[in-house]
């Protein structure tokens, strides 16, 4: 919805209300629009452009003709600065792989300037560094060094209700401190089914370089991060998502204090119930938690919890849905027990379980590579040797050797994903990194590679059209 057509809408009101006059008429925009100058005039100076230097997999011609196997690429995205010594929330996907990251600051205009040039001040650039990053939420921190900076103020992005108006900042196509304004247009959106992620929908104009930026309210307090855009031509349709709050503060407390997050759980897989699975299960109502898997040994299957169960209430709080019960137990610390009203067919049963930190071992593998030592430019994935030390790390190895996924570019093809283990290429082993680059290396665009892959203790193969 557009400012011009807020602002007929308000007028109508205004001019509708009993008593109204035409001199009061214009109340209503006029009120809206310094509103809205208030709050962008607060919130723009914390909002800041990022600039990411990374190595991307190609070839790029040398001189003399020689090809290396690295080539460049530079990248924008936005943030919003969270506190005054410089921590900088944004998007994961933002500084993916980046090797040197610059904040662009704005600097204020100097008020009450007679004369002042609608031209902004020259921007401020200064180095950061990246703290920590989180792939489940595609939230990242970075920090630079510098004091007094102002800064954003987090929200409460539970009480968020469709309708209500919210400001997006951040860099759209590169343009620095833009701003633009709409709706909330949904709460809660799951994008996939069983999905470890809620977003804020909003059909307020989110572009290319938005991602990172903070979606705000009219109080000035950020409620969301944009993070995506469902679009058909690249560009906005009104169709887009932001980070809630509520997470993005447990994430960048996480990050800050342990430069990754600590998620807690106590060994299920928590589906949510719906009138199909509660008919095909007997279960007592259509909506809420069951437990499809509760893995042997964890903490869940020693305090007597079973496939099946559902749950009604974690802490004394309700479980309407397997999202809520894992982001309600994701924050609980590490080696507190949790208290769970299960119900198990006529039984109602009160157990208290352990939490535990759940294993990522995905982050893990990533502080183990750089993308200079360990490319596959055609797979566009960063690999490691399979060593008995790494066999470790992932689960469900089958076999000795290998080549490790560590990391996987944004825009690969292959279909890898990071703890998959490629055994073979074309039928033949592959015993490292190394071997595998090289065979790859020498096979002809437009040909097939046929990988045999390992992925949770489960074989499949893949299929790559070589560029």
């Known amino acids: 919805m557009s400012a011009r057509m807020i602002a007929g809408l308000l007028l109508a009101v205004t001019v509708a209300a009993p008593g109204a006059t035409r001199a009061q008429a214009p109340a209503g925009p006029r009120a809206l629009s310094g509103a809205l100058e208030e709050v962008t005039a607060r919130v723009a100076p914390t909002v800041v452009q990022i600039q990411v230097t990374s190595y991307a997999p190609g070839v790029a011609e040398l001189a003399g003709g020689a090809a290396a196997l690295l080539r460049t690429a530079r990248s924008t995205g936005s943030g919003v600065i969270l506190s005054a010594d410089g921590y900088i929330i944004t998007n994961a996907h933002v500084v993916e792989g980046g090797r040197r990251f610059v904040v662009v600051l704005t600097r204020p205009a100097v008020p009450g300037t007679p004369g002042r040039s609608a031209v902004p001040p020259v921007p401020q650039a200064v180095p950061a560094r990246l703290v920590g990053s989180d792939r489940e939420t595609d939230l990242a921190l970075l920090k630079v060094d510098l004091g007094d900076l102002p800064f954003a103020t987090l929200g409460d992005s539970d009480s968020l209700v469709p309708g209500r108006l919210v400001l997006a900042f951040g860099s759209p196509l590169g343009l620095s401190n833009s701003v633009t304004m709409g709706i909330v247009s949904a709460v809660g959106r799951q994008l996939e089914d069983e999905g470890r992620m809620l977003y804020i929908q909003t059909d307020t104009p989110i572009n290319p370089g938005n991602s990172g930026g903070p979606l705000v309210d009219l109080s000035g307090r950020v409620v969301g991060i944009n993070t995506l855009i469902a679009s058909r031509s690249g560009g906005s349709e009104g169709v887009g998502f932001a980070a809630p709050s509520t997470i993005v503060r447990h994430v960048y407390e996480q990050l800050r204090q342990w430069q990754r997050v600590r998620r807690g759980e106590i060994g299920v897989f928590a589906q949510t119930v719906t009138p199909a699975l509660a008919a095909g299960l ?10 499809g898997d ?6 869940a299957d020693r305090a007597g919890l079973r496939q099946g169960d559902m749950i009604y209430a974690l ?9 809520q019960f894992d982001v309600n137990l994701y924050r609980k610390p590490i080696g507190q027990p949790v208290t769970l009203e299960v119900v198990r067919g006529p039984q109602r049963l009160v157990l208290r379980v352990p939490v535990v930190e759940r294993r990522d071992e995905a982050a893990q593998l990533r ?16 690999g490691l040797d399979l060593t008995p030390e790494l066999a470790q790390m992932i689960p469900g190895v089958r076999a000795p050797r290998g080549m490790a996924v560590a990391a996987v570019a944004a825009d690969a093809v292959a279909g890898l994903e990071p703890g998959d283990v490629v055994y073979a290429l074309n039928g033949a082993p592959v015993a490292g990194l190394a071997e595998l680059r090289t065979t790859l290396a020498a096979l002809p665009a437009g ?5 045999h892959v390992g992925r949770r203790g489960q074989l499949r193969f893949l299929t790559v059209t070589l560029e």
């Open 294 to 299: 509760v893995y042997p040994g964890g903490p």
């Open 282 to 291: 007997r279960l007592p109502r259509e909506w809420g938690v069951v437990l």
């Open 447 to 451: 040909g097939v590679a046929v990988l």
């Open 367 to 382: 502080t183990l590579v750089t993308p200079e030592q360990n490319l596959i430019p055609r797979l566009g994935v960063l």
């Open 315 to 323: 802490d004394g709080k309700p479980m309407e849905n397997g999202r």
